[in-house]
């Protein structure tokens, strides 16, 4: 049997598109770094993820929430949480929003972006709790670093692969030359 090269050149690129597609959006929601885990906040158990592990100035800034009943371990899916992001030196808000289960994946932790980190520096993030059990909140300091202009790897592998599957199709599309 044999193989048309122009539909295995669309098939390759069509996955390559997907994967490239597809990765940063499954990678933005959930993960990241502990920064609460498990702590006492009045009724309330709470846990907070930052992703990136890494925070940069203008990159997506993303909390996850979990919030648990203190005495039966018990998930609440029901609360209001909102999400402070203040200047540790002078107290400035910086960044506010609600975090919901609405913006979760698997709704059962609440979410919140934030389209860009600010500027770097230190930074106190005030999460707030307001449920069945009264109004709490937790708070805990994080760093964003400065931008970096590093090279995505995971992009130029798949461009340098697309463009030596260009190139082989040519090569073999090519009529031999007549002896």
């Not at 599957?165 to 073999?172: A, E, K, N, R």
């Amino acid at each position: 049997m044999k193989r048309n090269p122009r539909k295995t050149l669309f098939f390759v690129l069509y996955v390559l598109l997907l994967l490239t597609t597809a990765v940063p959006s499954l990678l933005a929601h959930g993960g990241g770094l502990i920064y609460v885990a498990g702590e006492a906040a009045g009724a309330y158990r709470v846990t907070v993820w930052v992703a990136p592990d890494e925070v940069e100035v203008g990159k997506t800034l993303h909390f996850t929430v979990a919030v648990v009943e203190a005495e039966s371990n018990d998930m609440l899916l029901d609360a209001e949480v909102g999400i402070e992001v203040r200047a540790a030196d002078s107290g400035e808000l910086v960044l506010s929003g609600p975090a919901t289960t609405a913006q979760s994946v698997n709704k059962l932790f609440y979410e919140a972006d934030f389209p860009e980190a600010p500027e770097a520096g230190t930074y106190t993030a005030v999460t707030t709790v307001n449920g069945r059990y009264g109004t709490s909140d937790i708070s805990f300091e994080f760093d964003v670093v400065p931008a970096k202009t590093a090279i995505n790897w995971l992009y130029a592998g798949i461009g340098g692969l697309i463009v030596i599957v260009v190139i082989g199709f040519f090569l073999s599309s090519r009529s031999p030359k007549p002896t």
